[in-house]
């Protein structure tokens, strides 16, 4: 229907309209409409959508801000004329007791105070309004009716007014209560809105399985569940263990069939009821907000912590809390006035890869990054996105010129999801990997069973900086002040070749140097000289001992009493610490077996950097009988009893192992005063117990 060369105007008059949305002008009302039909097609009949939602959204409400502004223009098939169907001939048809709406969306602070501003116009309300502010989930709508307390319908979106009749597959969801206790508040007939979803952790685990089955991957959560629900064998839909949540009560009638929906005095009381009769409420990432400041300060956390939470969703949900205000919003033929969506930002965006370099590492492997034409993504503008090996560029079919999607989850570094083959022209190139190295132009190399080519020259000039930086960092000897663009410009002077020269750097030309003052040079010489004292899982960590991480420097820094004592230890030495295997062993003892690597150390330690085990090498026995062992624990907050120190090393004395990050991983988080975002996060996981300072104590005495 669309060629590679009509579908790649659509993708450039698209890029252009949305540089300037506000600008876009009347006359441009018919290729608005063409452009959304194509992405239409796109999403819908390919299944395979080249623009983001969000950039979808945006030239959709261009469309509808110029059809309001000149209705006299709207045509039958426009867009903004139809309401998304799914219907299937597979189920019986049936009619909703209200249609299925949508919802209007915002993207920031600003479009939430213009809808607080409608609000008020549409109520008169000049006092304080609350909001509830809810997940905006992304998964399958699904509709249930429950009559004499009774489920006895479920069905899919359709088309907004009738939908599919799926009640034996809702019927298999345990997150559906079968029956529950509406009488006790008058109400006989109920329709409630939801979303059935699928966990991201088990997503994944269908996805692992369905790979071992030789069966065709689940692009994402949302289209698993929109399939579970539509299995024509309950069994089937059973397995794919959908939640479903509530988040609306439609319609309400009593049994003489008068409107019930009063029977709650706003959208946090009807929330609350539903959870308390036993329907899966989000309640952990609900929030009832009291000004629209609240509204968009909880928006902009949940969205930073989103990849915490165990669903997907693709933003929130704001609706106005008492429900007589809601009453006298209303609704437009497409939303309700009184709820919008805050849609997150985009994760995926679509680019074009127009160049590839070639990065050495610290060990000489040799990484291929991509140079995209920059966007925006999650908020960040992104430009480079490495491809890894040569065995993702040929997997993935990626070739210079090529349009390409790209994706960025919260703090997850961006990646090329695919490249978009359909688009290409006769410019498109392949991309030739090197067989020299891009620094020093020996010969790759490459060993069986590794995916990255290597520089085999360890004096190559790009591997020695990496090394360096490496060995500076944070986590190896911690040296504040020194990174990437210190160390070139340092070897490009001649200072540095190997880790000993940083202990012997000029600093009185330094301090002359651009970009360096005293202060700045004075801080470093500080930084360096502090590094000496070191303990020596630091310094093993810092020496690039290909796959020696820090755990591992860690382990063996805790049996050995001095760093050179390594020369000597066999194979049977290292493989008896659990989880130093053969091949760490062989690269720890190849390193020590060089004598130009123990003339190093030799001249480390002559000017003074610590090679002897220290204090902080030594193991941390957990003991494996306390009152919390085998747990992980994390303090935050003011603590007001003792220092942090402290109650991490009661925590260690009680069995429980410190940790730095809240994740699926952390036990206990024990919350101080003023305790922030590691405390909602974790609140938001839901996982984690959480307790105050005194029940820590109790916990343990
Ligand atoms: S309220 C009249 N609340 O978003 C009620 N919708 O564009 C209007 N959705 O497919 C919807 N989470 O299924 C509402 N907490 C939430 C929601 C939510 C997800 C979906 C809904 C629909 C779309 C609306």
Redesign the pocket.
């Known amino acids: 229907m669309y060629d590679a060369k009509t579908q790649k105007e659509y993708i450039q008059t698209g890029k252009a309209l949305l540089d300037q949305p506000d600008q876009v002008s009347v006359e441009q009302l018919p290729i608005l409409r063409k452009l959304l039909r194509f992405h239409e097609w796109k999403y819908y009949v390919q299944d395979d959508p080249i623009i983001s939602d969000y950039e979808y959204d945006m030239l959709f409400k261009t469309l509808e801000r110029l059809e309001v502004a000149h209705p006299e223009l709207v045509t039958p098939d426009s867009p903004t004329q139809r309401v998304g169907s799914d219907l299937s001939s597979d189920f019986a048809t049936v009619t909703h007791l209200?249609p299925?709406?949508?919802?209007e969306?915002s993207y920031n602070a600003e479009d939430l105070e213009d809808f607080e501003q409608q609000v008020r116009k549409l109520t008169g309300e000049e006092g304080p309004i609350t909001y509830v502010v809810?997940?905006?989930?992304?998964?399958?709508?699904v509709t249930l009716i429950y009559e004499n307390n009774y489920l006895v319908r479920g069905a899919t979106?359709g088309n907004g007014q009738q939908g599919d009749d799926i009640t034996p597959n809702v019927k298999t969801m345990p997150t559906i209560p079968l029956s529950a206790d509406f009488s006790a508040r008058s109400i006989h007939k109920v329709e409630l809105?939801?979303?059935a979803l699928i966990r991201k952790d088990y997503f994944d685990k269908i996805n692992q399985q369905r790979a071992i089955d030789g069966l065709p991957l689940f692009a994402n959560p949302r289209n698993a569940a929109a399939g579970g629900l539509r299995m024509k064998d309950p069994k089937e839909a059973a397995q794919r263990r959908l939640d479903t949540?509530v988040?609306?009560m439609?319609f309400a009638q009593d049994l003489n069939g008068n409107d019930a929906t009063d029977k709650f005095a706003s959208h946090s009381e009807m929330l609350q009821y539903l959870s308390e009769i036993g329907f899966l409420v989000?309640n952990d990432l609900i929030k009832v907000c009291k000004n629209i400041t609240e509204v968009s300060d909880f928006c902009k956390w949940a969205e930073a912590n989103r990849e915490q939470y165990p669903y997907e969703?693709d933003?929130?949900?704001v609706?106005v809390n008492r429900l007589d205000l809601q009453k006298q919003c209303g609704?437009t033929s497409h939303?309700?006035r009184w709820?919008i969506?805050y849609k997150f930002k985009a994760k995926q965006a679509t680019s074009i890869l127009e160049d590839v370099i070639y990065q050495v590492g610290k060990v000489g492997a040799i990484t291929p990054v991509a140079k995209i034409k920059p966007v925006e993504l999650a908020g960040v503008t992104v430009s480079s996105v490495s491809l890894h090996n040569e065995e993702f560029i040929r997997s993935k079919d990626i070739r210079i010129g090529d349009h390409v999607v790209v994706e960025r989850a919260g703090d997850v570094i961006p990646y090329i999801v695919k490249s978009l083959p359909d688009l290409r022209d006769e410019s498109v190139k392949p991309i030739a990997f090197p067989t020299h190295c891009p620094s020093c132009q020996t010969t790759l190399v490459k060993e069986e069973d590794v995916a990255a080519w290597r520089c085999p020259n360890y004096h190559c000039p790009e591997q020695v900086i990496q090394r360096m930086v490496h060995f500076v960092s944070k986590n190896a000897m911690n040296i504040d002040g020194m990174g990437e663009s210190q160390v070139r410009k340092f070897y490009d002077l001649g200072w540095l070749n190997n880790f000993d020269d940083i202990y012997r750097l000029p600093y009185d030309k330094i301090r002359s140097l651009e970009g360096f003052g005293q202060r700045s040079a004075d801080n470093l010489q500080k930084a360096i000289e502090a590094s000496k004292n070191n303990p020596i899982r630091r310094l093993l960590y810092g020496l690039s001992i290909h796959h020696l991480g820090r755990k591992a420097s860690k382990l063996i820094a805790g049996q050995v009493k001095h760093v050179l004592d390594l020369k000597d230890w066999d194979l049977e030495q290292f493989t008896s610490i659990k989880e130093i295997g053969p091949i760490l062993a062989e690269n720890v003892m190849a390193f020590f077996k060089i004598p130009e690597n123990i003339s190093l150390l030799e001249s480390l330690e002559s000017l003074g950097v610590n090679l002897n085990q220290t204090e902080e090498d030594l193991p941390v026995e957990l003991p494996t009988d306390g009152p919390l062992s085998g747990k992980t624990i994390l303090f935050t907050g003011t603590l007001v009893q003792m220092k942090r120190k402290e109650a991490q090393t009661l925590a260690e004395k009680a069995g429980a192992k410190n940790i730095s990050a809240v994740s699926k991983n952390l036990n206990i988080l024990v919350a101080g005063e003023k305790a922030g975002s590691k405390l909602k996060k974790a609140q938001a996981l839901g996982t984690v117990k959480i307790m105050d300072e005194q029940a820590f104590l109790d916990l343990i005495s």
């Open positions: 209200s299925m709406l949508s919802l969306n809810e997940p905006k989930f992304d998964g399958s709508t979106r809105r939801g979303e949540f988040y609306q439609t989000p969703i933003g929130m949900v609706k609704f939303h309700p709820a969506a």
